[in-house]
């Protein structure tokens, strides 16, 4: 991965706040959901912003720096994750690219963060995947600039991507299929994080 290439973590919900917390704040191991994610985009040491909420910028300060936090207002918030992740390249507009990184998504590797923003190299749009499904993170070329920039929407970014020729990133890596904002992915989370003890 270029060391140019920014991370995106989206910590963000339409609701705008209450739900997205009380995700992202449940314990997972030694930390918390957003914790560990955070964490892991940290350990890439590649150019990081988190796109947050309000309830949620304090908790993202205590692993990144403010100026790398974007705190959407909740008319932004209500127009989706296309708008947040707008807001993300914005906050990164000199990025050869991002990887986009959902907060709820605590067991991506930063070996697979890494993988993933490497595939812009040869292509417009990257995915993780695991065992031929499709996970998280997505990444996007600096090409795509001003396409990201009109996002709106929570489905604006998958339809962006299906646009383009994606480059699908096999990785040995089951974090990818995992996001912890249901009851049923937490204790997938859970269930990952004893099996690796």
């Given at each position: 991965?270029?060391?140019?290439?920014?991370?995106?973590?989206?910590?963000?919900?339409?609701?705008?706040?209450?739900?997205?917390?009380?995700?992202?704040?449940?314990?997972?191991?030694?930390?918390?959901?957003?914790?560990?994610?955070?964490?892991?985009?940290?350990?890439?040491?590649?150019?990081?912003?988190?796109?947050?909420?309000a309830s949620l910028a304090g908790r993202a300060s205590r692993w990144v720096a403010t100026r790398d936090i974007v705190v959407l207002e909740p008319a932004e918030l209500a127009?989706?994750?296309?708008?947040?992740?707008?807001?993300?390249?914005?906050?990164?507009?000199?990025?050869?690219?991002?990887?986009?990184?959902?907060?709820?998504?605590?067991?991506?590797?930063?070996?697979?963060?890494?993988?993933?923003?490497?595939?812009?190299?040869?292509?417009?749009?990257?995915?993780?995947?695991?065992?031929?499904?499709?996970?998280?993170?997505?990444?996007?070329?600096a090409e795509l600039f001003s396409e990201l920039m009109r996002l709106d929407g929570d489905a604006a970014p998958r339809r962006l991507a299906a646009r383009y020729p994606a480059?699908?990133?096999?990785?040995?890596?089951?974090?990818?299929?995992?996001?912890?904002?249901?009851?049923?992915?937490?204790?997938?989370?859970?269930?990952?994080?004893?099996?690796?003890?």
């Amino acid at each position: 991965m270029s060391a140019r290439t920014a991370i995106v973590v989206l910590a963000t919900d339409r609701a705008g706040g209450a739900a997205c917390s009380a995700i992202l704040e449940q314990p997972l191991r030694r930390s918390t959901v957003f914790g560990t994610t955070l964490r892991h985009a940290l350990a890439t040491e590649s150019p990081l912003v988190v796109v947050t909420t309000a309830s949620l910028a304090g908790r993202a300060s205590r692993w990144v720096a403010t100026r790398d936090i974007v705190v959407l207002e909740p008319a932004e918030l209500a127009r989706g994750r296309g708008r947040a992740l707008a807001a993300g390249v914005a906050a990164r507009a000199d990025a050869d690219g991002w990887v986009v990184l959902p907060a709820e998504c605590p067991l991506v590797r930063p070996a697979t963060l890494r993988a993933v923003g490497g595939a812009l190299a040869n292509h417009a749009v990257a995915y993780a995947q695991h065992d031929g499904q499709r996970g998280e993170p997505t990444a996007y070329a600096a090409e795509l600039f001003s396409e990201l920039m009109r996002l709106d929407g929570d489905a604006a970014p998958r339809r962006l991507a299906a646009r383009y020729p994606a480059a699908a990133v096999e990785v040995d890596d089951p974090g990818v299929l995992i996001d912890a904002s249901s009851d049923e992915g937490m204790t997938r989370a859970r269930a990952a994080l004893a099996d690796a003890a």
